[in-house]
Nanobody
């Protein structure tokens, strides 16, 4: 099991930027895929971005070029640069990695609040 800790959330005005980080408790070199998810009150958890061990990335349709996911295997971290934030981006953001048993290891989440 990988212990994940997110950081970097906060309050920002619409149009602003935040950089989220996810620190893993062990090496991520062999983790095939790492993902960011988010969940707003009353909404289902949705995928924000993902990155493979080879550096391939994928994004939720709502991202539309505003976010960039990256990983630093040497530091065992995954980052999410979020630009041009909108009030509808307000949510708790989680990082997650697959366990290989059909489920995920999750971090505790970090709150992102975007004011209009």
């Amino acid at each position: 099991q990988v212990h994940l800790v997110e950081s970097g959330g906060g309050l920002v005005q619409a149009g602003g930027s935040l950089r989220l980080s996810c620190a893993a408790s062990s090496s991520i070199v062999n983790i095939v895929a790492m993902n960011w998810f988010r969940q707003a009150p009353g909404n289902k958890r949705e995928m924000v971005a993902g990155i493979t061990s080879g550096g391939s990335t994928t994004y939720g349709n709502f991202v539309k070029g505003r976010f960039t996911v990256s990983r630093d295997n040497a530091k065992n971290t995954m980052n999410l640069q979020m630009n041009n934030l909108k009030p509808e981006d307000t949510a708790v953001y989680y990082c997650a990695v697959p366990t290989g048993r059909g489920d995920w290891d999750w971090g505790q989440g970090t709150q992102v609040t975007v004011s209009s």
